[in-house]
């Protein structure tokens, strides 16, 4: 069920670019992939920056080695998408803190080949549920946008209709992990989607995760 960590170092590529479409409204968020990016200019939050720790620089450099196969992509991540909320300073949920290092601190890599969204993550200090670990929401949060970005970045727009996870230890806030995730299976307009968290040396598998997501439009 799981695949396993050392498979993430073979893999197959894509260029794509997520983008909203510009009749996107709230209640209908659409996303489609094209070859442009209409967020040129924005910082990309997804490049390594002073507080990430040496295990996440490792790993991410690691990603970065295999888009060079062209069997992975880097994601751009930005802290917002083109206006859609007119006059409303709208932030990316999980890009909504300033200072870096201190919230969700994470770059993606995709593998169009293997509908496979695999995300860095290094918790910060602003994500503590019980002491010295991470909440369990910002884990289902992080699980949701990893899982969701893979499928959108397979099938276009979908929603999140169900997010099953069980958490089988806890993480520690400021350690690396491994988010990844990848489609197993569309029917119709449902899409199935398997995400563990595993610590950046494979040894602790911290979490498990079923989601399903329903295709829009
Ligand atoms: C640069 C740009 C960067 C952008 C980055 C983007 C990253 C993105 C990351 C995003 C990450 C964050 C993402 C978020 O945070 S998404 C936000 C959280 N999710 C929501 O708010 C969703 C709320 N729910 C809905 O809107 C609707 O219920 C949806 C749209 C989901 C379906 O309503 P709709 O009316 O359209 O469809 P339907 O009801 O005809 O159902 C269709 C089929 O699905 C089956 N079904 C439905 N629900 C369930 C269920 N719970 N369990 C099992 N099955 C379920 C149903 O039986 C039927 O099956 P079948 O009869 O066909 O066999």
Redesign the pocket.
């Known amino acids: 069920m799981l695949r396993s960590y050392s498979r993430l170092f073979q893999r197959y590529p894509t260029i794509f670019t ?3 479409l510009p009749t996107a409204r709230l209640q209908t968020c659409h ?1 489609s992939i094209s070859s442009t990016c209409p ?1 040129e200019g924005l910082r990309d939050f997804g490049l390594p920056n002073a507080t990430w720790g040496p295990n996440l620089r490792n790993l991410y450099d690691k990603f970065l080695d295999l888009t060079n196969t062209g069997l992975w992509r880097r994601i751009p991540s ?1 802290n917002t ?1 083109v206006n859609h909320l007119e006059g409303i300073g709208k932030r990316m949920f999980l890009r909504n803190i300033d200072e870096d290092g201190v919230g969700f601190e994470y770059c993606m890599f995709y593998n169009k080949a293997e509908s496979r969204m695999v995300c860095l993550f290094q918790p910060g200090p602003y994500l503590e549920g019980p002491p010295g670990y991470a909440h369990g929401g910002s884990i289902a949060t992080i699980i ?2 990893t899982a ?2 893979g499928a ?1 970045y397979t099938c276009g727009s979908v ?4 997010l099953n996870i069980n958490y089988l230890k806890p993480i520690p806030l400021g350690c690396t992990l491994l988010v990844d995730s990848y489609v197993e299976k569309i029917e ?3 899409v199935y989607s398997r995400c563990h968290i595993q610590s950046h040396d494979a040894l602790i598998l911290h979490t498990e995760a079923m989601a ?1 997501y ?1 295709k ?1 439009g």
């Open positions: 997520l983008t909203r996303f967020t930005h998408t949701d946008s969701g970005a959108v929603m999140t209709a169900n119709g307009r449902k399903l329903i829009l």
